[in-house]
């Protein structure tokens, strides 16, 4: 599996950005594929996440409402759409995805085995 992240770039505070990760490679033993971020001199931490056979969507705890995850099958390509930013917000946000597996546990990086490259954000007026 092989991830490419796109769609990062400067944005004001309060404005939107949606990321993509397009995604291939043989996705037959994809679960889920998750957004995670690591700001300067921060740990990466868990965004959001989406399993690809359902579409069922997941989100770290103060992010639903600013943050949608979606995918688009037939592209094989998921979404981060990320409204009303903050400088906050600035940060490399890497797509990931994670094989088939009991207990998958969405907002742990361990979880995952593919990664993209990044893609950066920077919020900043």
């Known amino acids: 599996v092989q991830l490419q992240a796109s769609g990062g770039g400067p944005v004001q505070p309060g404005g939107s950005l949606t990321l993509s990760c397009a995604i291939s490679g043989d996705t037959s033993d994809v679960l889920g594929m998750g957004w995670f971020r690591q700001a300067p001199g921060k740990k990466r931490e868990f965004v959001a996440a989406?399993?690809?056979?359902?579409?069922?969507?997941y989100y770290m705890n103060n992010r639903e409402g600013r943050v949608t995850v979606s995918r688009d099958n037939a592209k094989n390509t998921i979404y981060l759409q990320m409204d009303n930013l903050t400088p906050e917000d600035t940060a490399d946000y890497y797509c990931?995805?994670?094989?088939?597996?009991?207990?998958?546990?969405?907002?742990?990086?361990?979880?995952?085995?593919?990664w993209g490259q990044g893609t950066e954000v920077t919020v900043s007026s």
């Open positions: 989406i399993r690809w056979y359902d579409g069922a969507t």
């Open positions: 990931a995805s994670a094989p088939l597996q009991p207990d998958y546990e969405v907002d742990k990086a361990s979880e995952y085995n593919y």
